[in-house]
């Protein structure tokens, strides 16, 4: 018999990253539901495309290095869905298999694999093929249309598309959507990331399950707000550019699930306020300046480079009066 | 004194190459050190271009290694920059001329500012300015050829396999290819093919030392 050792406070608990990686896939769930109801089975193959070829390419990742593949842990997984579910339900099936491919095997394999990625995998995945293939994003279709998309890519060039949200942002003007289509994902948009009422549960879900963190989120949110309070690109008044900013392109979805990857984001307090804070304010830039209309992705992959100055920095910051008293005393 | 001045024939010669393998390929000049990576970032896009910045950074490295090489440490620190920056320009204005009416026009206007921005590259400042200084005129001449190689190796390779991917044509010649990646051009393409390149020199590394080792084991 096998008894296992173990430190004192006896907890039963299962390990941490599998189960918030689990807590990610049933939240997009719902996410998936509510963009089958508009667009019909497409938009969940494309998740589906991109989970199932994360999977694989991991598993062949792992094969390559010769080690053991660690596929239950979930990254993989939450990885190839996450990619899946920001291209546009008309976009090919082959674009979040080549964001996965990417993602596993230029952002995450090369560095040694799960938990040690400096990047966030999904974000330099979706980074990538928007660079590579523009004409793929960006343009989505009508969701007040009520016939599903056709399954295979051929048909696809006769569905009606609409400007998003984002794109009218970016054009200026009158905003079209009132908050309560913005609310209710009744907009043109990337298949999970239209449903702002789900996404804001999956949030208030996920933070409950501290799967992720109310220092990264809040201030995240705060100064995208803060921004499109200040500098408005649509007369709508105050709470119509706000909301509009808010709840447009990818913003939301990006702050919530992947400004909170554990293995890229800061781990002190003040370091992830910080984080927050500097990622909205890269997000507004880029969407203020960018060559696109939206640039979340981009914005991530930049403040992820600057997490472990973060940490250390906050840590110094709170510790000031105890290292200087140290030194008086020394 | 850091200039050794008379030391044996055999002494020198192992310098020499222990200077060429390090500079050139161990810890190469681009890949493990770092330095002059902004010339294959921003100019590396077609092979063309990469041999051309080659040929300037040697034209430039090889006389301003010599000459501070000789005369660097009879120079207080502030005026050695100065100096062969100036010089640096005042050959790739040269360079520049030569290229512009002998050899392709189009490639000169190609290439505008990354020409004479080689003069302020840190490969010349990090090996002209600092290394040659205190070292002969011989290995510091080593040193700049293969610095030159160096560079030269890491900057052909990403700017062919660059102009391959984003124009699919080799040194000005149509290649058939199916997939053509423009985006390719872009600076970050580079950024990634530097890391595997650099990945993989370690790679080829750690392999080495671990055979070394290994037979270490076996005759010892």
């Known amino acids: ?330 | 004194m850091s200039k050794v001045e008379k030391q044996p024939f055999s002494k020198t010669m192992t310098e020499i190459k222990n200077v060429f393998l390090d500079t050139f390929l161990t810890k190469n000049i681009v890949l493990v050190q770092a330095i002059g990576i902004t010339p294959i970032l921003a100019a590396g896009v077609t092979l063309q271009k990469g041999v051309v910045l080659t040929l300037c950074t040697a034209a430039v490295l090889l006389p301003a290694s010599l000459f501070m090489s000789l005369f660097g440490d009879k120079l207080p620190t502030w005026v050695r920059a100065p100096i062969y920056s100036v010089g640096a320009a005042l050959i790739l204005l040269g360079a520049a001329v030569l290229l512009d009416r002998s050899v392709s026009n189009e490639l000169y206007a190609s290439l505008y500012v990354f020409l004479p921005l080689t003069a302020v590259n840190t490969l010349v400042s990090y090996r002209a300015g600092g290394f040659s200084v205190s070292h002969v005129p011989v290995v510091a001449l080593t040193d700049a050829i293969a610095s030159s190689l160096g560079f030269g190796l890491v900057i052909c390779v990403v700017s062919a396999l660059r102009e391959m991917a984003s124009f699919g044509t080799l040194w000005g010649e149509t290649l058939n290819f199916a997939i053509v990646l423009p985006e390719a051009a872009l600076p970050y393409a580079a950024f990634l093919l530097l890391g595997f390149m650099a990945a993989f020199l370690q790679w080829i590394q750690s392999v080495i030392a671990r055979r070394e080792n290994a037979s270490v084991r076996l005759n010892g």
């Open chain 1, 1 to 330: 018999m096998n008894f296992k050792m173990a430190h004192a406070p006896h907890l039963r608990c299962s390990e941490r990253g599998s189960q918030m990686c689990a807590d990610l896939l049933i939240v997009f769930a719902p996410l998936c539901v509510l963009s089958a109801i508009y667009y019909g089975v497409r938009p969940v193959l494309l998740v589906l495309t991109g989970l199932l070829s994360a999977v694989l390419f991991e598993t062949f990742g792992y094969l390559l290095m010769r080690r053991k593949p660690k596929i239950s842990d979930g990254s993989a997984a939450v990885t190839g869905v996450l990619i899946g579910s920001l291209v546009s339900p008309l976009s090919p099936y082959w674009l979040p298999v080549a964001g996965a491919a990417f993602a596993i095997f230029a952002v995450k394999m090369p560095m040694g694999g799960s938990g040690r990625n400096l990047f966030n995998p999904a974000a330099a995945g979706l980074a990538a093929v928007t660079l590579c293939f523009p004409g793929f994003f960006f343009t989505y279709p009508d969701p007040g249309l009520g016939i599903p998309l056709p399954l295979s890519s051929r048909a696809l060039s006769e569905v009606i598309t609409l400007s998003s949200p984002a794109a009218q942002l970016a054009s200026g003007g009158q905003t079209l959507y009132s908050p309560t289509m913005l609310l209710l994902g009744n907009f043109p948009g990337p298949i999970g990331a239209t449903a702002i009422a789900i996404l804001l549960a999956c949030g208030l879900f996920l933070l409950v399950r501290r799967t992720i963190t109310p220092y990264i989120i809040f201030p995240y949110l705060a100064t995208c707000a803060l921004l499109a309070a200040l500098f408005p690109r649509v007369s709508g008044g105050l709470t119509g550019s706000v909301m509009a900013e808010l709840c447009s392109g990818y913003l939301l979805f990006c702050g919530i699930f992947m400004l909170n990857d554990p293995v890229t984001a800061p781990r002190h307090w003040l370091g992830r306020t910080a984080y927050g804070v500097l990622a909205g304010l890269f997000v507004m830039l880029m969407r203020y300046f960018g060559r696109f209309e939206e640039g979340a992705c981009f914005a991530i992959l930049l403040v992820n480079a600057f997490a472990t100055t973060l940490d250390r920095l906050g840590w110094y910051a709170v510790n000031l009066k105890r290292i200087k008293r140290r030194r008086h005393s020394a």
